[in-house]
């Protein structure tokens, strides 16, 4: 029995990995467009920031090109961090919706605590203490939404 809700358990978190890299991949390719077209990056830089060649860089380009037409330009940076992330969504830098979606589908490192008078100082910039920073100290989530988070990280 503990094999099936482990198992289920992994399947949940594969889906979010997925959706996760998705969002990623979708922030890269509007940050290459705005690079490249927006602010007149060249290849040359663009491959060495992404380990890849220039030729492998026009290929990517032109494709995306023809696949998506013109591409919605951001200058928002991908968050490395769920506090990052916290951080982007008080200062406007991206919507509420998405703030929501990427919260639900984050990677959450566990939260560490140890025995001394610290305890309730400590925050793990990528753990779930960001989600309960924004939906206690900042009030960017509602009730409902931080219920919504919290289920879908457990």
Do not use: C
């Not at 001394?116 to 203490?129: K, Y």
């Amino acid at each position: 029995m503990t094999t099936t809700t482990d198992t289920a358990a992994e399947l949940r978190e594969l889906a979010n990995l997925n959706l996760r890299h998705e969002l990623i991949e979708k922030a890269i390719e509007e940050r290459l467009v705005a690079l490249r077209f927006g602010k007149g990056v060249q290849l040359q830089e663009l491959g060495a920031a992404l380990g890849k060649s220039e030729s492998q860089m026009s290929r990517i380009l032109k494709a995306l090109e023809k696949s998506k037409g013109v591409v919605v330009t951001t200058d928002k940076p991908v968050a490395a961090t769920a506090m990052e992330l916290v951080r982007q969504a008080q200062r406007g830098e991206i919507s509420h919706e998405e703030f929501v979606e990427l919260l639900k589908h984050w990677n959450y490192d566990p939260q560490y605590k140890t025995q001394g008078e610290a305890d309730d100082w400590e925050v793990v910039d990528n753990s779930f203490d960001a989600v309960y920073h924004a939906y206690v100290g900042l009030d960017l989530l509602s009730d409902e939404e931080y219920e919504e988070i919290e289920r879908a990280a457990a």
